[in-house]
């Protein structure tokens, strides 16, 4: 049964009722509304695994386009956000996945640039304080999707280990190892670049 479309306020419903609606209709135009609540949410996701503000733009596009051809798989068995925070880590791992490789070959060129002596300049404390984060960013480059996913949930998001274990479809006691392994990697990494 269609809904009259010009009875309807589409920015009222909520995320639930517009994707069912999207879906039984057709009206593809009505996405955009889904756009404006999420993009901003899913950029910043996209942003934790991305090397560059335009990839992270280029991610969030993907993620929303990705998501608008798999609209009809949405049973609704969870809240349409929490099932689209998922889609868009899931889609970001997968990006993770296909550039890994591609990092881990480059390490030693990236290395060898990022440490050019500059023993004749003063490094100032903003310097130091930058390099860490650098550093961090790098080592977060190095490790892998599934590890990484978990840290950014945990310390990034700032979600429980309930919360990831439903986001991710696990036990909280895998979630508990993975975390525990991620923690030691990330160190690990951290310490070995030099």
Not at 96 to 116: C, G, T
Not at 117 to 144: C, H, N, R
Request: aromatic residues 10%; contains cysteine; glycine residues 4%.
């Amino acid at each position: 049964m269609k809904m009259d479309v010009q009875s309807q306020n589409f920015v009222s419903m909520t995320d639930e009722e517009l994707v069912q609606f999207i879906i039984h209709n057709g009206n593809t135009s009505l996405f955009g509304i889904l756009y404006d609540r999420y993009g901003q949410k899913v950029y910043q996701k996209c942003l934790g695994f991305a090397e560059s503000r335009d990839a992270a733009e280029d991610l969030t596009q993907d993620v929303f386009v990705k998501l608008y051809l798999n609209l009809k798989s949405f049973r609704g068995e969870a809240k349409f956000s929490t099932w689209l925070y998922s889609f868009t880590y899931n889609h970001c791992v997968n990006y993770s996945k296909s550039i890994l490789k591609r990092q881990r070959d480059n390490v030693e060129l990236r290395e060898e640039a990022m440490y050019v002596s500059t023993a004749d300049e003063e490094v100032t404390d903003e310097e130091i304080f930058s390099l860490t984060v650098e550093k961090l960013q790098e080592a977060l480059g190095l490790i892998d999707p599934e590890d990484k996913i978990v840290l950014l949930m945990k310390y990034q998001d700032d979600k429980s280990i309930r919360e990831i274990a439903q986001l991710l479809e696990l036990g909280e006691s895998a979630v508990k190892m993975r975390l525990h392994r991620a923690k030691k990697k990330i160190v690990e990494l951290y310490n070995s670049l030099s």
